[in-house]
C-alpha cells in the first residue's frame, strides 16, 4: 500500500511540538504514508487571525492550499487540530463562489484550483486503517493505561471537520486498542484545555487544564494521549504551574499518540522524540515493558 | 448576576451581527446549552446565552464592552450543542472583530497577545515563537509571567532562538497590507 499525500506540519512543530512533527514523520514512514512537506508553506493565522478578520484568516491559509496545489497535491494533512480548523475554514470559503473573491483579493491569487485537507489522524485510521496497525505492530503496549484526550475542536464543529464523533470521539481509542494498551473511558475527551490563554490568562489554563488532569487521575490514568500541541503544551509543560496553582501533586506524563503509536510500531525512544515531553514517560514505558 | 440597564434596541447593531455572521440571531430560544457546555464561563461577566440575548436585544454597548468575547477560545461547543444550530462561536468571533474596530478591548492582555502573534507571521511568514512572548511583554509592560517554564523549558531546547524566514514572506506581508487597504477603504466610504 503507498499513500502520498502533502504535508502541513504547523509552525509549532519546528519550535514546541517538534516530537509531534517528528513522530508523525517517522510514524507515516513507517506505515508506508508518503509525506511531502508543502515547499515555503506560510503561518495558517492560529487563532489570532480568524479573531481578527475571517477573510485574512482564510486568506493566510488559502496560499498553503494553493501552494499545495500548484506543488501537484491534491490533498494535504496536518497533525495539528487548530492548523487543521484554519484550513478548512478556508477550504469552505474558496469553494464558495460569492465568498471566493474577497480571499483571491487579499492574496493576489488564484484560489480556483487548491488541495483539501485532513488530519494525520483521520489519514491514519481511514488510509491504512487499524487492522493493518494491528498487524505492524511490535511492542504492544499491555499493561499500559491510557486515557484519549481529543481536545475541543478535532471534531468540532462537525458540520465543518467532517471526522469521528463531536461529543464522543474513537480514533485515538482505537488506535491506541490496536497497539494494545487499556483505554480508560475518559469523560472530557473534547473539553478545552484552557487553549492560547497561556500567557494573557493563566488561571483559564490552570483551572481548565486542572479539571482533565483531575480526572484523568481519578482513572488512574498512567498516561494521557492527545493530538493536539497546545493540549500537550497546557497539561504537559504547564503541569508544575497547574499543580501550583490549585495545590495539586500530579506527574502524569501526556504524549502524542504519534509517539505511542510509533514506540509500538518499534520505533526508538529518540525516534519519536520521548525527550522533548516535560514529565517524563519513560519509568511507566519501562514498567509496562514499552522501552 | 450583574444587571445590565437596557438601552433602546440598537437595530442597525442586530443587523450588523446577523449580516457578518451569517447566522439568524433571532432563532436562539434560550435554551442555555451552549453556557452550560461553555467551559469558560467561570470566567466570563455574561454568559454566551445572556451575549446571544443581548445581541437580540440590540444592545450594542453591554455586548462589544464585555470581557466575555474576548476570552472565548473558539472551542466550538456551543456551536456544536445549539439545538438551532447557531454558530454560536462565529458570532463570538464577529462580536470581537466590532469590538476591534469600535476600539473596545476589555481584555487587553488577550488583544496584546494576538497583536503579537499576527505581527511576527506579517515579518518572519511563519511564527517566531520567542520574538511572540518579548514582543507581548513589551506591549503589556509586564513581567513575562512565564518565567517559571524556564527551568523546564530550556533543556528541552525547543524554542529556535532565530526567527524561521520563508521564502514567500513578502507575500504573506502583502496579504497583511491588502487587508488594512482593503479595511481602510471601506471606513472612507
Ligand atoms: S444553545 Fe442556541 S438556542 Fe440555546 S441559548 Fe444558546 S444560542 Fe440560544
Ligand atoms: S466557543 Fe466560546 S462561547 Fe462557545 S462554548 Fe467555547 S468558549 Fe464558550
New binding site residues.
Given amino acids: 500500500m503507498s499513500i502520498s499525500v502533502g504535508y502541513y506540519p504547523g509552525c509549532s512543530g519546528s519550535g514546541t511540538s517538534v516530537e509531534y512533527d517528528k513522530s508523525t514523520r517517522a510514524v507515516c514512514k513507517k506505515l508506508g504514508i508518503e509525506l511531502t512537506e508543502i515547499d515555503d508553506w506560510s503561518c495558517c493565522g492560529s487563532t489570532p487571525a480568524h479573531t481578527v478578520d475571517h477573510t485574512l484568516s482564510a486568506a493566510l491559509s488559502a496560499r498553503n492550499l494553493v501552494l499545495a496545489a500548484k506543488q501537484g497535491q491534491e490533498e494535504v494533512v496536518t497533525p495539528c487540530p487548530s492548523c487543521l480548523a484554519n484550513l478548512r475554514t478556508a477550504s469552505h470559503k474558496i469553494e464558495d463562489e460569492a465568498y471566493r473573491p474577497k480571499v483571491e483579493a487579499l492574496l493576489d491569487d488564484s484560489c480556483e484550483s487548491a488541495a483539501t485537507v485532513a488530519s494525520t489522524l483521520q489519514l491514519i485510521v481511514e488510509k491504512v486503517g487499524l487492522d493493518a496497525i494491528k498487524k505492524a505492530v511490535v511492542k504492544p503496549l499491555k499493561d499500559l493505561n491510557v486515557a484519549c484526550y481529543y481536545g475541543c475542536i478535532m471534531n468540532r464543529p462537525p458540520e465543518l471537520m467532517q471526522f469521528d464523533d463531536p461529543e464522543n470521539p474513537m480514533a485515538m481509542d482505537k488506535i491506541m486498542e490496536a497497539c494494545g494498551a487499556t483505554v480508560l473511558p475518559f469523560p472530557l475527551k473534547v473539553e478545552c484545555c484552557g487553549a492560547a490563554a497561556g500567557m494573557p490568562k493563566k488561571e483559564i489554563v490552570t483551572e481548565l487544564s486542572g479539571r482533565l488532569l483531575n480526572v484523568a487521575d481519578s482513572l488512574n490514568t498512567e498516561i494521557i494521549v492527545t493530538a493536539c500541541p497546545l493540549c500537550q503544551m497546557n497539561l504537559d509543560l504547564r503541569q508544575g504551574q497547574v499543580n501550583r496553582a490549585n495545590g495539586t501533586g500530579y506527574d502524569i506524563p501526556v504524549v502524542y499518540f504519534t509517539q505511542l503509536l510509533g514506540l509500538a510500531l518499534g520505533l526508538s525512544a529518540d525516534e519519536v522524540g520521548l525527550s522533548k515531553l516535560v514529565v517524563d514517560p519513560t519509568p511507566r514505558l519501562r514498567f509496562a515493558g514499552v522501552l | 448576576m450583574e444587571t445590565i440597564p437596557l438601552n433602546s434596541p440598537d437595530k442597525d447593531f442586530i443587523r450588523e451581527v446577523q449580516e457578518r455572521s451569517g447566522q439568524n440571531v433571532q432563532s436562539?430560544?434560550?435554551?442555555?446549552?451552549?453556557?452550560a457546555g461553555c467551559p469558560y464561563n467561570f470566567a466570563y461577566d455574561v454568559s454566551?446565552?445572556r451575549i446571544?440575548r443581548l445581541v437580540q436585544l440590540g444592545q450594542r454597548e453591554a455586548v462589544l464592552k464585555s470581557h466575555s468575547i474576548w476570552l472565548c477560545a473558539t472551542c466550538q461547543s456551543?456551536t456544536t450543542?445549539?439545538?438551532?444550530s447557531?454558530e454560536?462561536a462565529k458570532i463570538m468571533d464577529v462580536l470581537r472583530h466590532m469590538a476591534r474596530e469600535a476600539g473596545y478591548a476589555t481584555e487587553r492582555n488577550v488583544k496584546a497577545f494576538g497583536d503579537a502573534f499576527l505581527e511576527s507571521v506579517e515579518k518572519h511568514g511563519r511564527v517566531y515563537e520567542l520574538g511572540v512572548t518579548a514582543s507581548y511583554v513589551k506591549k503589556t509592560g509586564r513581567f513575562w509571567t512565564d518565567v517559571d517554564l524556564a527551568p523546564a523549558m530550556l533543556p528541552k531546547n525547543k524554542l529556535s532562538i532565530k526567527p524561521h524566514e520563508i521564502r514567500g514572506k513578502e507575500h504573506v506581508a502583502e496579504i497583511f497590507k491588502r487587508y488594512r487597504e482593503r479595511d481602510a477603504a471601506k471606513e472612507n466610504r
Fill in positions: 436562539c430560544y434560550q435554551c442555555g446549552n451552549c453556557t454566551v446565552s446571544m456551543c450543542r445549539c439545538p438551532n447557531i454560536v
